[in-house]
Structure formats: structure tokens, C-alpha cells
């Protein structure tokens, strides 16, 4: 069973930096594709960024140049560095990991989220 727990959200003014952590659980976070999703109030879940087994990545065009996803050395946890964020950046963050090594399907697991709320 994999278990994803987020942390590191909170609220940051306009232009600020957050950075979150994904630590999982039941597998290495380096065998398998991973990602960011988010999820604003009465909007749909999107993708905010993800990971490929082998380390390519793919960003939603919103935070393209903001927003980096990584993974640590000890593959057991994966990061979303977030700089100069704006106010339509706020939403509930979920890490999700997918069953396989590319991130082309809908994840098998999610974390609980964190919350991320930009003032302006």
C-alpha cells in the first residue's frame, strides 16, 4: 500500500516562495512517475506539474517558469518549489503518485492535501 503525506503549505503574500514536500511510503518515489495536482473552490483538479520514472517533467503552461518539481536523493520524497506566487495559484496541493513509470494516466494514489493560499 502507498501512503503520500503533503507538507509545507501556508499562506505567503503575492510574489512569495512555498515549497512542498510529498514523502511516500510503500515504494521508492524514483520507480515510478509522480506529480503535483491542485484543486481552487469550485473549480476542477488540475495538474500542476509531474515526474517521469527517469526524471523528465511536464508543467501546466500557469506555472511554467514558477514551479519546479523535484525529487530527493534518497528517492523517498518529491518537492514542488513554488516562486513568485499570485493569488489564482491558491488551492488545496495533492501529491499523487501514478501505478506506472510515465505520467501519461490518471495517478493510482493521492495524498490528503495542503493547503496553499497567496494573499495579494
Known amino acids: 500500500q502507498v501512503q503520500l503525506v503533503e507538507s509545507g503549505g501556508g499562506l505567503v503574500q503575492a510574489g512569495g516562495s512555498l515549497r512542498l514536500s510529498c514523502g511516500a511510503s510503500?515504494?521508492?518515489?524514483?520507480?515510478?512517475?509522480m506529480g503535483w495536482f491542485r484543486q481552487a473552490p469550485g473549480k476542477e483538479r488540475e495538474r500542476v506539474a509531474a515526474m517521469h520514472w527517469n526524471g523528465g517533467t511536464t508543467y501546466a503552461e500557469s506555472v511554467q517558469g514558477r514551479f519546479t518539481i523535484s525529487r530527493d536523493k534518497a528517492k523517498t520524497a518529491v518537492f514542488l518549489q513554488m516562486d513568485n506566487l499570485k493569488p489564482e495559484d491558491t488551492a488545496v496541493y495533492y501529491c499523487?503518485?501514478?501505478?506506472?513509470?510515465?505520467?501519461?494516466?490518471?495517478?493510482?494514489?493521492w495524498g490528503q492535501g495542503t493547503q496553499v493560499t497567496v494573499s495579494s
Open positions: 510503500g515504494r521508492t518515489v524514483s520507480s515510478y512517475a
Open positions: 499523487a503518485a501514478y501505478a506506472g513509470t510515465t505520467f501519461f494516466s490518471a495517478p493510482a494514489y
